[in-house]
């Protein structure tokens, strides 16, 4: 539609109209079986409303979404078509690793493939927005929503944001792929303690420096839509906080498309004690220029008496419906309301070529930990293998999040070994469960089907370790594949204790009595406590949740057809209360190991190490890189930073070479570490590289005392290596 029509159109609208298309609704209020992604509440809104709400949340299938856009148009005056958005992560029905995962690929570009496919796929389903990505920054692992970040890091965490919207809304203006909706804006990875929908309170300097840049980077790369987030920030929860949506968001990042609160974050105003009731909600909300109200009763029942008693100003309304509309007109929906629902396009998700991207980021995505005495990769058929634990051949790889991924077309482990293993020396048995005990589950832990599967009484119990035990007798090798339950991890997942479940630890305990060589593979949705588990384990592979594919990736790197590349993109700390750890910390007055007082006054805790178990950027392969000649050119306008790479090994690698830099002496302390570039390049066996990476001032600069975003003159140093922790590093002066 040309921008005038659209434009006739909105002064067309009665207010009431304009008020619908502020509200999203979920399924259930157009009588289908929506996925209900949250608590459900009742709004008690009028049928007017509904029938001129402006978009649905979480109904996918091409079939439901055509069946309720034609009968909402049938009985739409202006025939203004519902925008479908929901949440579609990591994969819609292909199913890609989970984004902790994606960010251990340091591969960006692969990335962009992968959202290029989920996009696609959510768009088939009728879907027209997806809530992704979350490019939330996390530093500390007890926050369950680690496993849908990229990780710790600003810049690296700015590279997949870009890739990620410029994957999903690949050739939008051509109806492919889907918006994307950046959340949760902002700095919600940093609520305390890692509790979730808790307080986020920080200095201006570290909002700007670490946690935004990574939303800029998703907007620069042209998002259109923006979601709210759950915390406050400065004491002002975020769906009410103009410094942070009007000014930043707005004003200094010119961003013009749709902001969405986050469920029922416009009514939670009331429960954060900033409005006392809902037209006071709905007023702090539209002031601070959030757009639609996702599933509160606020702007549907109240912004109508506002205006009409003077409080708020109908341009505002104006403002935020131009923007819906906008969107949906860019969206071509208005030509062609059905879009991806026109079609039963079932040949296109999970396909062929689908798949084989899900396998290749699968493999990139996963890390190995530890291989003590080069026990992998394994040959096949050279020695009995016994698999065990719970993920042993447990669909669940695709992780809680996958809402519309099918588990029956997940390889498990067990069938991936299979390619490489034949029968007579694979041996299976789950051992035992994923957990014990369900309370940790909360109300979900109570369920029949969950009780049922996870809490096993002593008799079944000591069947499967027995069996697990005679097995294991006869294995050479045994490989554990344990982890955390789907539901420890996600929205709502934070943990006090960051370990494997007990009951699995016991387990371990056990059949490590019978001195084989051990092989653990760890499935979690973030950084786990593996203290215990490196001194038990010969070995240790991270897979994350690693998807429709994972089994074949995790078969393709224990056989050693893939050597692994992943690199950790969040430390994994030595002990939970070391939360957060992370690389890029601050300077103290009194560094471990660098200071001039005693050892007992220093900044180290006097029972666990400073240090996390596992670094950022951490990540072993089967062959050996030798890292030398590291140098620095420092010219007029750039930076120029040398290393040679070896592969001194007989396999083909790839290996992602980091670049990181610090900043002597400033007018703020600056971090000891911060990552400025990185490459992935692939390393032929025996083959040396000479490596160059290229900063420019502005790589340099930061906010200084007075808040003027530059650089200063004075030392610096250049770190290169494998990872944060083993570096080269040579000094320079700007
Ligand atoms: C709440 C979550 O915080 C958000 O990430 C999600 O997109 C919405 N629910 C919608 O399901």
Not at 231 to 258: C, H, M, S
Not at 315 to 332: C, D, F, H, T, Y
Not at 436 to 442: I, P, Q, S
Not at 458 to 480: M, P, T, W
Request: charged letters at 20%; one cysteine or more.
């Amino acid at each position: 539609m040309e921008e005038q029509q659209l434009k006739q159109l909105l002064s067309s609208l009665s207010l009431i109209e304009k008020v619908g298309q502020l509200v999203q609704l979920s399924g259930e209020f157009f009588k289908t079986d929506s996925l209900v992604v949250g608590p459900l509440q009742k709004l008690g809104i009028s049928e007017e409303i509904l029938g001129n709400v402006g978009s649905v949340l979480n109904v996918a299938g091409s079939k439901k979404t055509h069946e309720i856009q034609k009968e909402y148009l049938e009985k739409s005056k202006h025939k203004i078509p519902l925008l479908f958005m929901g949440d579609v992560i990591y994969g819609y029905r292909t199913i890609f690793p989970i984004p902790l995962g994606l960010g251990a690929t340091w591969n960006p570009d692969l990335i962009f493939e992968a959202y290029k496919v989920i996009g696609e796929e959510a768009r088939l389903s009728g879907l027209n927005v997806t809530f992704a990505p979350m490019v939330d920054l996390v530093r500390d692992a007890r926050w369950g929503r680690c496993l849908e970040s990229t990780g710790e890091d600003q810049y690296l965490n700015s590279e997949f944001a870009k890739k990620m919207v410029a994957g999903l809304q690949y050739n939008l203006e051509n109806q492919h792929g889907i918006a994307s909706c950046v959340k949760h804006f902002a700095a919600y990875g940093a609520v305390e303690a890692g509790r979730e929908y808790n307080t986020v309170d920080m200095s201006e300097r570290r909002l700007r420096e670490t946690y935004l840049p990574a939303y800029h980077s998703a907007i620069t790369a042209g998002s259109k839509m923006v979601m709210t987030s759950f915390n406050t920030y400065d004491g002002v929860p975020v769906t009410a906080n103009k410094y942070l949506l009007k000014q930043i968001l707005r004003n200094e990042w010119r961003f013009d498309g749709v902001i969405i609160s986050d469920y029922a974050a416009v009514s939670e105003l009331i429960d954060h004690g900033v409005a006392s009731n809902d037209a006071e909600a709905t007023s702090l909300a539209i002031n601070a220029s959030v757009d639609i109200d996702m599933k509160s009763p606020c702007y549907a029942n109240e912004l109508i008496q506002l205006i009409e008693q003077g409080k708020i100003r109908e341009s505002q309304i104006n403002e935020a419906v131009w923007r819906v509309l906008k969107l949906k007109n860019e969206l071509g929906l208005f030509e062609n309301p059905y879009q991806g629902a026109s079609c039963e396009a079932t040949n296109i998700f999970n396909n062929e070529n689908a798949r084989s991207l899900a396998l290749k980021v699968a493999r990139e995505s996963i890390v190995l930990l530890q291989n003590k005495n080069q026990i992998l990769p394994l040959v096949p058929n050279k020695q009995k293998i016994l698999i065990v634990g719970p993920y042993a051949d447990n669909p669940s790889l695709i992780g809680l999040w996958a809402v519309y991924g099918k588990k029956e077309e997940t390889v498990t482990i067990l069938k991936g070994l299979t390619k490489y293993q034949k029968p007579d020396l694979l041996f299976y048995e789950s051992g035992c469960s994923i957990l014990n005990k369900t309370d940790e589950l909360g109300e979900f832990g109570s369920a029949a089907n969950f009780q049922e599967k996870l809490v096993w009484d002593n008799q079944k119990r000591n069947a499967h370790l027995e069996k697990a035990l005679s097995l294991g007798e006869i294995a050479d090798v045994i490989i554990f594949a344990l982890g955390e339950h789907t539901m420890q991890s996600g929205e709502a997942g934070s943990r006090t204790e960051i370990s494997l479940p007990k009951n699995q630890k016991q387990f371990v305990k056990k059949l490590m009595a019978l001195k084989k060589q051990t092989i653990l593979l760890c499935v979690s949705g973030r950084p786990l406590v593996l203290t215990d588990e490196v001194k038990q384990f010969d070995a240790i592979l991270q897979l994350w949740f690693p998807g429709t594919e994972g089994g074949n990736a995790v078969a393709d790197v224990l056989f050693g057809q893939t050597n692994p590349s992943g690199r950790l993109s969040m430390s994994f700390p030595y002990h939970v209360g070391q939360s957060p750890v992370y690389y890029n910390h601050f300077k103290t007055g009194r560094p471990l190991g660098k200071s001039n007082h005693s050892n007992r006054f220093v900044s180290k805790f006097i029972d666990s190490p400073v240090s996390p178990l596992f670094p950022f950027g951490y990540g072993l392969s089967y062959s050996q890189v030798k890292y030398s000649k590291l140098s620095v050119d420092v010219l007029e306008q750039q930076i120029l930073i040398h290393v040679s790479v070896e592969n001194q090994s007989s396999r083909d690698c790839y290996e992602t070479i980091q670049c990181y830099i610090q900043d002597v002496s400033a007018s703020v302390v600056r971090p000891v570490l911060e990552l400025k570039r990185f490459k992935k390049i692939f390393l032929p066996a025996n083959k040396k590289e000479d490596v160059l990476f290229s900063l420019t001032l502005e790589d340099l600069k930061f906010y200084r005392q007075d808040m003027t975003f530059d650089f200063e003159s004075g030392q610096f140093i250049a770190f290169i290596g494998p990872n944060s922790r083993d570096t080269l590093e040579v000094s320079f002066e700007i």
